[in-house]
């Protein structure tokens, strides 16, 4: 029993995520320790290190030390070890996922890395400000701490939760904006269009950076090897005294903050709890018939793949009804939507009357989830010889052009070979002949 319980502990630590959380100090693992007991709860296994350690590595010996980089560190303005704002890039490129909380007080180090990853802090010291969406109750008077309801949050349940049901999110920090020419950023949370980004201590003596939907205050993206990246202004977002609070707007009930929600659902999306799919299984064969090794033209085909999406830890049929197939030769000759019967989703339809090599390709790509992505490569031949009809009805005019051309030849010879002059007419060619 004990032998068992010790080889249980033992796969555990070697399956188990690593994260390595970086901080300014650790003071951050007491105001921000129900958001990193929530993580350990979950099976994540955490080392938290200062962000200026000279020993500081995201990968040994090739390979990723750690599957997740969460950096709570924002006013770091270098990193200690072999880690930089371009190291952390490839780290991202190599599969590993990272969460940045950021600050007034930000640092070089977290504007270079956000610029690494298609985003943008504004300027150390401004903050975003809102004068009529502030707790009123937690607010120092700079209309600083914002309160952020449903209709700021992307609608993607996957990465911000249910915000239909969900409590307002406070945020106290800076201002994040996207580069229009990202292609693949999220813009998860967005500012009220009454917002905008400056230093609070300062009169606005020039254009803010940011105003209104430009500021974001959370955004991420997932790269197309399926890394995700979450960046957001508020290191407090997290923090025990924002997630215990009660939001309190100017004229109205104060209600629970719905912060605990959000990081929660947050990250478990950047740490790939949620969203995350995976093919089981594909097969493909002519209807009632097992996987040749070849098709032919006109062929009824059926296929089947099968697809799970991870939940809570575990892997269940996905329930997913928009995936669609592709039957592609250089371009798709097929696209139907494949009808899904507990995760096993199945398609019938029929080859086109062109030879070739083709794919049956599944491209899923929807926001929140993994791409999703699978080819198999057959061949498709056309008729054997002895496959065709005996008469094709297209041919028939053909064939009658051919046997009445028979039939003339056959009725001129007959007339040509056996035909044979009158008598009186022999006579007259006779005479004809004797006068020249």
Not at 66 to 74: D, E
Not at 240 to 250: D, G, L, M, P, R
Request: proline share 3%; aromatic share 10%; hydrophobic share 40%.
């Amino acid at each position: 029993m004990r032998l068992a319980i010790l080889l249980f502990g033992l796969l555990a630590a070697v399956t188990a995520d690593r994260i390595l959380l970086l901080v300014e100090d650790q003071a951050v693992k007491d105001s921000h320790s129900i958001f990193i007991n929530s993580l350990t709860n979950r099976g994540h296994k955490i080392s938290i290190r200062t962000a200026d350690e000279p020993t500081l590595a995201l990968f040994k010996h090739g390979e990723l030390a750690y599957q997740h980089l969460i950096v709570f560190a924002p006013g770091v303005e270098d990193f200690g070890g072999s880690l930089s704002a371009k190291e952390i890039g490839r780290f991202v490129d190599a599969g590993g996922n990272l969460l940045v909380a950021a600050s007034s007080n930000i640092g070089e180090a977290i504007r270079d890395l956000a610029t690494e990853t298609g985003f943008e802090f504004d300027e150390a010291d401004t903050a975003l400000i809102d004068h009529f969406n502030y707790d009123s109750k937690l607010d120092n008077g700079q209309h600083t701490t914002l309160v952020a309801d449903k209709s700021q949050f992307m609608n993607a349940r996957l990465i911000t939760g249910d915000t239909a049901s969900m409590n307002p999110v406070l945020f106290k920090g800076v201002a994040l904006i996207s580069d229009k020419t990202n292609l693949l950023k999220l813009e998860a949370v967005r500012a009220k269009s009454t917002a905008y980004s400056f230093n609070p201590d300062q009169a606005i003596s020039e254009y803010p950076s940011a105003i209104g939907k430009q500021a974001l205050l959370v955004g991420a993206l997932q790269a197309r090897n399926n890394a995700r990246v979450v960046l957001t202004g508020s290191l407090a977002m997290f923090s025990n005294e924002y997630i215990n609070a009660q939001v309190t707007k100017e004229g109205q009930k104060p209600v629970p903050s719905g912060n605990l929600a959000f990081v929660t659902a947050l990250s478990k999306w950047v740490l790939k709890e949620s969203g995350v799919l995976r093919v089981k299984s594909v097969e493909h064969h002519k209807v009632g018939e097992k996987k040749p090794t070849e098709y032919t033209i006109m062929d009824e085909v059926e296929y089947a793949i099968t697809i799970e999406e991870l939940s809570d830890g575990k892997w269940a049929p996905f329930q997913g009804k928009d995936v669609q197939l592709e039957f592609v030769r250089i371009d798709p000759f097929v696209r139907t939507t494949l009808k899904n019967t507990n995760g096993r989703l199945t398609a019938k339809f029929k080859l086109p009357d062109v030879y070739g090599v083709y794919k049956f390709m599944v491209d899923y790509r929807r926001i929140g989830y993994t791409h999703l992505y699978d080819v198999q490569q057959m061949s498709v031949r056309p008729l054997w010889h002895t496959q065709y009809e005996r008469f094709i009805r297209s041919a028939y005019p053909y064939y009658a052009s051919a046997f009445s051309m028979m039939i003339g030849v056959v009725l001129f010879s007959v007339v040509f070979l056996y035909h044979k002059d009158s008598p009186q007419t022999q006579a007259a060619q006779a005479a004809a002949k004797k006068k020249d």
